[in-house]
């Protein structure tokens, strides 16, 4: 059991060297730490690992994930492996709160931006950190913060408690404010496995969406109510390669959108086909 209540969002961003150089920005006369945004790609020149999945439309449910790495900012991405099958939001991809404004992503009128119970998977520039499952110990060879997860472990997506878009141990909160939350321990195999996404994190904004994660699908073509999801063994190998050391990062969009964007962003290069 937990002797504590931790806040996975937060442990990401002590330890997450791209979103400390994100808020080490100029500090104002007056002492206050202004909102700077940085230029779009200063997001990516701290990584050395992405994890790049798109999907055909906004609308798509299905779509595939590619990793890559390089060696510093100078390298050239590498991809690792094989593309591999996964699935997105029941409704879609919409963009959230990321690393990188939306605004600086290229978003349009009329595109859709995520907010709560809409069944869509955020779009966007996402930092990860932190695993979690049901096993007592983490995956052989994982070098990544890990938790696990007993009954009491719970996601609160009740948008107007103070623990909202966070994981909390219920038993270690005086007073619970939430009337809705995501029982971390189910009783099928979705978290058996998985990875927490900085999503609507820093600052978290009440209804911009709560809870999204890395994990296991239900089966090619089933969406999540948010997440992104795919096979067991490809959860397994991401939690495996992933090195905090090296920044990982989730960029996720329709693949229209990356095109656009992958210059700029100075992102890899993908294969022609979807």
């Known amino acids: 059991m937990f002797g504590y209540c931790f806040d996975l969002a937060l442990r990401s961003f002590k330890h997450n060297k791209v979103l400390m150089g994100l808020i080490a920005v100029a500090i104002s006369a007056a002492g206050l730490f202004p909102v700077v945004h940085a230029r779009a790609h200063d997001a990516i ?38 593309p591999f099958p ?3 939001g029941k409704t879609g991809l919409a963009w959230g709160d990321g690393l990188i404004t939306n605004e600086r992503l290229g ?14 998977a955020p779009a966007g520039v996402f930092a990860l950190g932190t695993a979690f499952g049901y096993e007592p110990k983490p995956l052989v060879g994982s070098r990544m913060s890990y938790v696990h997860l007993t009954p ?17 141990d219920r038993q270690n909160v005086n007073a619970p404010d939430w009337s809705s939350s995501e ?26 969406g709560s809870c999204i ?9 089933q969406g999540t109510v948010g997440c992104t999801a795919m096979p067991m063994e490809d959860i397994q190998q991401l939690i495996t390669w992933f090195d905090p050391k090296k920044s990982p990062l989730l ?18 290069e993908l294969a022609t086909t979807e």
Request: glycine letters at 12%.
């Open 86 to 88: 996964i699935v997105v």
């Open 251 to 268: 960029v996720q969009m329709p693949r229209g959108q990356y095109d656009k964007l992958r210059k700029h962003l100075k992102l890899p």
């Open 183 to 208: 029982h971390m321990l189910r009783d099928d195999e979705l978290y058996h496995w998985g990875v927490y996404v900085d999503h609507n994190a820093n600052p978290v904004k009440p209804g911009g």
């Open 213 to 221: 994660f890395l994990h296991v699908w239900r089966g090619a073509g």
């Open 45 to 82: 020149d701290g990584a050395d690992q992405l994890v790049v999945v798109t999907t055909t439309t906004w609308n798509s449910v299905s779509g595939r994930l590619q990793r890559f790495e390089r060696h510093g900012s100078g390298d050239g991405w590498k991809a690792i492996g094989q």
């Open 152 to 168: 009491s472990v719970e996601c609160v997506d009740d948008t107007k408690s103070q623990y909202y878009n966070r994981i909390v």
């Open 107 to 120: 978003a349009e009128a009329g595109d859709p931006i995520k907010h709560e119970g809409d069944g869509k």
